[in-house]
């Protein structure tokens, strides 16, 4: 009960006796009223929490890979966990989700190697902080007629836009193969990968690279692979998560909590089979959910252990890159990582106490 000094002339009580000076009394009826009106004004509520810090993560994908570790993160409640209410929107192609981030239309943005690099080499203050997938995770999958690199000549292959993972990894791989992407073959930007799928299913290409879903996908319509860049273990800074300079400077805490989240996704998908694919089946409901199980099998074992990138990775692609984009000649790879979360969560215990959890 709220009690006040009285300034008023002082009654008498019910006794009759006139209440000692200094004495503290229950206010009458129209006091109480008029102090339940004011207090909320001058004690507003405080809540029991912190509000959450509310940014936007444009994810570039919908088939099993990195960007799953977005959607693990969102709805297995990782991101609330420390704060964040991230919203995660489809943007495709990571060159696109770049955009969005450079725009300031997302925060922390679903990234590769390729999309990072190119950015940071055009003057944007970009920076990867956490890798996801440190390998090619694709496969050469070709039409049944196709029985050697030397076949290809002269063919169509079915590509997704400039700048993407899956236009980096052909490039390199039809070198590998002896092959000039720009003079033995000829390379159509098609889009994502159902798409390029759907291009050798028309007829209209003859190859494509894709990831453990395609591939299952492929064998089941006729097609095979010809090269299984997978096995290489090559690295290479597939998925990856990227933000801004100015972001970190202004929010490091919101930046190492979306961290520690995106390691926590990592481990779910390593360790939660039954869980990861449930959430799988909310985002990618174009496949086909015979193949959702299998392709999660195929694809879970290429997810890091612990959100730590690849310099060497980032590096091979840079190599590929400059022949086509002469700015990253002078960039230094390592400007356009930013270790301190990682190292941060490895030095304190976090990346260690999610193994034994």
């Known amino acids: 009960m709220v009690r006040r000094h009285s300034r008023s002339p002082l009654r008498r009580g019910p ?57 693990v993160a969102k709805d297995a ?6 704060g964040l209410d991230v919203t995660i929107v489809f943007v495709e192609g990571s060159p696109r989700t770049m955009q969005t981030l450079i725009a300031g239309e997302s925060q922390i943005a679903d990234a590769t190697g390729p999309s990072v690099l190119n950015a940071r080499a055009a003057g944007s203050p970009v920076v990867l902080i956490a890798g996801m997938i440190n390998v090619m995770p694709y496969y050469l999958i070709v039409h049944s007629s196709i029985q050697s690199p030397a076949d290809l000549k002269g063919k169509v292959g079915a590509n997704h836009i400039p700048g993407t993972t899956a236009d ?22 098609i889009g994502n990968t159902p798409m390029r799928l759907q291009a050798l299913v028309a007829g209209f290409a003859k ?22 860049y997978v ?9 990856a998560v990227a933000t801004s300079e100015g972001y970190i400077r202004e929010k490091r805490d919101v930046v190492l909590g979306y961290v520690k989240a995106v390691a926590q996704s990592l481990h779910y998908l390593k360790t939660n089979r039954e869980g990861s694919i449930a959430i799988i089946k909310r985002y990618a409901r174009f496949m086909n959910p015979d193949v959702i199980g299998p392709a999660f099998d195929a694809a879970r074992r290429l997810y890091n252990d612990t959100p730590m990138p690849t310099i060497e990775g ?9 022949q086509r984009n002469p ?25 260690k106490s999610l193994k034994g959890s």
């Open 327 to 351: 700015k990253l000649r002078t960039l230094d790879v390592r400007t356009a990582v930013d270790l301190q979360f990682v190292n941060e969560l490895e030095q304190n215990g976090f990346l």
């Open 207 to 228: 190859f494509m690279v894709g990831q453990d879903l395609e591939l299952l996908q492929a064998k089941r319509l006729g097609f095979k692979v010809l090269v299984d």
């Open 231 to 239: 096995a290489a273990r090559t690295p290479f800074q597939m998925s």
């Open 15 to 71: 006794s009759g006796q006139r209440p000692a000076p200094g004495a503290l009394r229950a206010p009458g009826p129209l006091l109480l009223a008029a102090l339940l009106l004011v207090l909320p004004a001058l004690f507003p509520a405080i809540p029991s929490h912190a509000a959450a810090e509310r940014l936007t993560t444009a994810f570039q994908s919908l088939t099993i890979g990195g960007s799953t570790v977005y959607w």
């Open 314 to 322: 980032m590096e091979f692609i840079a190599k590929e890159l400059v």
């Open 168 to 189: 980096t990894v052909i490039r390199v791989g039809l070198k590998a193969l002896g092959l000039d992407p720009d003079r033995d073959v000829s390379l159509r930007a």
């Open 77 to 82: 409640g990782f991101f609330e966990r420390h």
